[in-house]
Structures are given as structure tokens and as C-alpha cells.
């Protein structure tokens, strides 16, 4: 199983992104849909507005963050989306992407972790 995290921002690697999937509930600034190269954007594995504000605005420690984001990704929608996703990634590579500074200690880590594992 291939899953791996970069940013949207980050030119893509058609040999070794296989199915991109934007990982972050808003459209990255400044950046084209066609440049992305975005296949899927599947909002329903994302982390809810508020739990994004929360973590952003000084919420908590990184291990309460994810344990809120993994209490979001139990619940039906999200559950059944995370299936799907690791459905592909089974198949084949798949890269999260996200705009954050930071990936690897980011909501896409704990998603890439989740499908890994």
C-alpha cells in the first residue's frame, strides 16, 4: 500500500503520485484546478472548520488534535470515505495533498497513518 503526503502547491510526479487527493476542506489560494491536478476531494476526511480553528488558534497539544480527528473520521460519512480511500490505495498510490507549511505534522499525517495502517 502506497500512501504518501505533499503539498498541493508541489508540482505533480505522474510516476509515483498515482490518485491525487486533496486532503484539506477549503480550495488552496492561489492555485488553478489545473495545476493541482487534483483527482479526488473528498471533504468527508477532512477536519470539520471547527476542529481546524481550534488546533490553529492554539487549541491543544498535537496528540489531542489527533484524537478529535480521528473521533471525526469514526463517524459514518467519514468512516465509509476512509474505506473507499484505502480501498485505492490497496490498488495503488495514492499522495494526500494538503496546503499546510508542514505535512508531515499535519492532518494528512494522521490520514496517510490511518490508511497505512
Known amino acids: 500500500m502506497g500512501v504518501r ?3 498541493v502547491y508541489d ?4 510516476g509515483a503520485d498515482g490518485v491525487r487527493v486533496l486532503v484539506d476542506r ?3 489560494r ?9 483527482d479526488e ?3 468527508a476526511v477532512t477536519p470539520s472548520g471547527e476542529l481546524r480553528k481550534w488546533f490553529h488558534g492554539g487549541g491543544g497539544p498535537a496528540q489531542e488534535f489527533r484524537a478529535r480527528y480521528e473521533a471525526e473520521l469514526a463517524e459514518p460519512e ?7 480511500l484505502r480501498a485505492l490505495a ?3 498510490p495514492v499522495t494526500l495533498l494538503t496546503a499546510v507549511r508542514d505535512p508531515a505534522s499535519s492532518h494528512a499525517a494522521v490520514l496517510a497513518d490511518l490508511l497505512s495502517g
Open 26 to 28: 477549503l480550495w488552496p
Open 41 to 43: 476531494w473528498p471533504k
Open 11 to 14: 508540482p505533480p510526479e505522474p
Open 90 to 92: 490497496e490498488a495503488g
Open 78 to 84: 467519514a468512516a465509509a470515505e476512509l474505506e473507499r
Open 5 to 7: 503526503v505533499r503539498r
Open 30 to 38: 492561489g492555485l488553478a484546478k489545473a495545476v493541482a491536478a487534483v
